[in-house]
């Protein structure tokens, strides 16, 4: 029996022109993050007539995946994070269902990083900022979790998830970070190259549960450009 997840990251938040750590500070999707998730639930719920010609495919650059044709979402999981919030609710919407909101799939703590650019960052901090790119297991953010204890609270989440829906498909939208660490597990992949793994706003990533055992079936797919 196979249980699907889609797993997906929140569509674009404000300020997102600007690379910067929001981590667990509450930022609100953009009106274009908005729409990538209302084209994103259409195309999962098989409305893609709506979405536009040049929008009914998953972007070729970054997926072989064709047109959709998966089941139906019997849950819809978020984060607590409003950006997470808004975005599952507009992939919940056309199954009139309303999204579980789990606090342990929130994005990870920056402690004093959080809300500063990567520029602030590596002016203030150019060691520790460096430590923590070359190696996101062994080093972490000022006063900030570190990726084991995220990697600890994700996963008993999502443990907890997939049991109680065997054979469904389900919906799980979250944060870039705790995603790339999902995935990382998920594969196989040491934690010390989570950012090996590219995670777009509004991505798609499929993975299906065969008798427990997850297979990858789209990575960081996307419809919008």
């Known amino acids: 029996m196979t249980t699907t997840l889609y797993l997906i990251r929140h569509g674009e938040t404000e300020g997102s022109e600007i690379q910067r750590y929001k981590g667990s500070i509450d930022i609100p999707l ?7 998730m209302e084209q994103l639930a259409k195309y ?20 072989s995946c064709l047109r959709f044709s998966g089941p139906d979402i019997s849950a819809v999981y978020c984060s607590d994070l409003s950006r997470a919030i808004k975005s599952a609710e507009k992939i919940a919407e056309p199954y009139s269902l309303n999204p579980i909101i789990v606090p342990a799939l929130r994005e990870r703590n920056f ?15 150019p060691y520790e900022f ?4 070359g190696n996101p297991l062994r080093f972490s953010p ?10 600890e609270r994700t996963m008993k989440a999502l443990d907890d998830i997939i049991a109680a829906h065997t054979g469904q498909c389900i919906a ?18 040491p934690l010390e190259n989570i950012f090996r793994i590219e995670q777009d706003y509004a991505a798609l990533n499929i993975i299906e549960y065969r008798d427990k055992y997850p297979v990858v079936r789209l990575l960081n797919g996307t419809i919008h450009d």
């Open 142 to 151: 000022i006063s900030g979790e570190s990726t084991t204890e995220v990697k």
């Open 30 to 36: 953009s009106d274009n993050g908005k729409k990538q």
């Open 130 to 133: 460096d430590a923590w790119a």
């Open 44 to 63: 999962l719920s098989g409305n893609s007539a709506n979405i536009g010609e040049d929008t009914k495919e998953l972007n070729p650059r970054r997926s």
């Open 172 to 189: 799980l939208i979250s944060h870039g970070g705790v995603i790339r660490i999902i995935l990382c597990q998920i594969l196989g992949i």
């Open 111 to 125: 402690g004093e990083w959080e809300g500063m650019s990567f520029d602030e960052i590596r002016r203030k901090y």
